[in-house]
């Protein structure tokens, strides 16, 4: 078979070398891909979201089944164009992806089918939202930009100042662009959060393993937000009990009121979730692989990913189609100093040899040289699985000391609060 990878992250990378274990896969094809991932896969200097060139492009290199990655994309309709023109697709079509490229859409959904969230209010323009956050006194409060927002346009205020320019910043400076045009209020939930993934062909949904993503950029879960600086997996916060009421409760009602909505959903549908203490919570929905916790649950996935993704978009998955080991995995993720801010790039990246880890490439290209050289704000990811969590995480920090290029940062706390919580069991 001969395959299309839409995208160009960490998180792909993961997806094609999960993908490259089926014995029919002949040739993978990333599309734009990175420097990183021209190591397993050839990779097509065609973007994202320039679908026209990708249907073109797999037409003429007879592709026998596209994967469909990033948010933009599918919010777009990659998927509906490229299955209209012959080609089977993974990933939801572009009116089941409005679950992420809506905020706005999924809140209302979750308060129509009493699916468990934050209280919240839509707003489409400043004036209301300021008055509004004007008589809120419930700090902190979370301002969300309706739109997809690379991971970043949610901002948690601590003070109704921070509210307040937050709505400036989103709704009248557009830091967000038309993702901002409208925005979501919501109450701050304060608990622990918790990632899964999940399979699913509009009927059946299979939840992969849980994770926990760590989103800030410094120790401590302080700084800025960002696209996600580690994980672990699995989360041992994710008892077999509230993974029970998950299923209940969250992630069957989900794909049943999508059905309901004419909106029915294939492929991998995202829920970030939150343990309070009032019970669980849905925080948002995404309509495609976590990144990066699509780098510590597939490693941990002993089925095959194709055949998986296969049912998906023909409606046969079944449960015992997937199957997880009992091992742990930690991602470090080394990013340029500045991230996710300002930062410097075109440093050489060294890779020993000797790494009992998995690295999966996200900002990397190659030069004129054949050498991989820094070009994002995450660089790549330093990923470890064992047979406990400690010695995943032990692995992959004794991998990021031998890895090495000029203005990197890491965070040196993944899986602190995980394995404190394993430890307490």
């Known amino acids: 078979m001969n395959i299309m990878v839409i995208g160009s992250g960490g998180r ?22 990175n420097g990183g991932i021209a190591s397993i896969a050839k990779c097509v200097p065609i973007g994202a979201t320039e679908i026209d060139k990708q249907i073109e492009f797999a037409k003429k290199n007879k592709i026998d089944f596209a994967v469909v990655i990033p948010d933009d994309p599918l919010v777009l309709g990659a998927v509906d164009a490229l299955e209209k023109a012959g080609i089977p697709c993974f990933g939801p079509n572009k009116n089941a992806a409005i679950i992420e490229g809506s905020k706005a859409f999924s809140k209302a959904l979750m308060k129509k089918y009493n699916i468990p969230t934050a209280d919240y209010e839509v707003f489409e323009n400043s004036k209301d939202a300021i008055n509004y956050l004007n008589h809120y006194s419930k700090m902190p409060v979370v301002i969300k930009a309706d739109g997809l927002a690379l991971g970043k346009g949610v901002i948690i205020a601590q003070s109704k100042e921070e509210a307040l320019n ?24 304060d608990g622990v959060e918790i990632s899964v993934l999940s399979f699913t062909d509009g009927k059946t949904i299979v939840p992969m393993i849980s994770s926990m993503d760590h989103k800030r950029a410094l120790d401590n879960d302080e700084g800025l937000n960002t696209g996600g600086m580690g994980t672990v997996a699995p989360n041992p916060f994710y008892t077999d009990e509230i993974a029970k009421e998950c299923q209940e409760k969250i992630y069957k009602p989900t794909i049943d009121a999508m059905n309901k909505e004419g909106r029915t959903f294939k492929g991998c549908l995202y829920f970030g979730l939150i343990l309070t203490s009032d019970g669980i919570r849905v925080i948002e929905y995404n309509c ?7 780098q510590v649950v597939l490693p941990l996935l002993e089925s095959d990913l194709l055949d998986i993704m296969i049912a998906t978009q023909n409606g046969t998955l079944t449960k015992d189609m997937v199957r997880f080991g009992s091992d742990s995995a930690c991602c470090v993720i080394m990013a340029s100093k500045g991230y996710p801010v300002a930062y410097s790039k075109g440093y050489k990246i060294n890779i020993p040899k000797n790494l009992s880890s998995e690295i999966y490439f996200a900002g990397a290209k190659l030069d004129a040289n054949n050498d991989l050289i820094t070009s994002g704000g995450r660089v790549l990811g330093v990923v470890a699985k064992s047979n406990s969590l400690y010695s995943a995480i032990v692995k992959a ?16 706390d993944i899986g602190k609060k995980a394995l404190q919580k394993k430890i307490s069991l």
Do not use: C, W
Not at 12 to 33: C, Q, R, W, Y
Not at 170 to 183: R, T, V, Y
């Open 397 to 412: 920090y004794e991998d990021v000391q031998k890895v090495s290029f000029d203005n990197s940062y890491n965070r040196n």
């Open 12 to 33: 792909e990378h993961a997806i094609i070398t999960a993908l490259k274990k089926n014995s029919k896969v002949k040739h993978i094809f990333a599309l734009p891909g």
């Open 166 to 189: 937050a709505v400036v910043s989103i709704m009248e400076e557009h830091k967000f662009g038309i993702s901002g045009n409208q925005i979501v209020i919501e109450e701050f939930l």
């Open 288 to 294: 495609r692989f976590g990144d990066p916790e699509t």
